[in-house]
């Protein structure tokens, strides 16, 4: 098994961090947490060569899912969300998937494991 690589990028006012996880083998990746600067982690996943297969939001706390839109508008990726929150945030286009511990992502040949 490949290894999973974990990218942290520091975004937004509040020096808050988004994070690209990546299955290193597909160059597939998970852009978790959209608080801010969409533009800034989608340029660093094209520059290193990563392609973002899904939008994750961990909680939704505004520093956390403020830039959610604006990343869909961007990626038209498949939205994770936790269950119970943010369903004041859906828009009509997101294919979202409610996540709860346990929940399993499809990354690439691998697997990342939801934990609340």
Do not use: R
């Amino acid at each position: 098994m490949q290894p999973i690589h974990i990218e942290q990028i520091a975004v937004g006012p509040m020096a808050n961090f988004s994070y690209l996880i990546v299955d290193t083998a597909s160059g597939q990746a998970l852009y978790v947490d959209p608080g801010w600067d969409p533009k800034k982690v989608t340029a660093i996943a094209k520059e290193k060569g990563w392609k973002i297969a899904a939008l994750v939001v961990t909680h939704f706390h505004f520093d956390h899912c403020k830039a959610l839109p604006e990343a869909f508008s961007l990626l038209k990726t498949p939205v994770y969300l936790p269950k119970g929150e943010g369903e004041s945030l859906l828009e009509p286009e997101y294919s979202v998937t409610w996540m709860e511990e346990g929940t399993e992502i499809t990354l690439g040949g691998q697997k990342v494991q939801c934990l609340s």
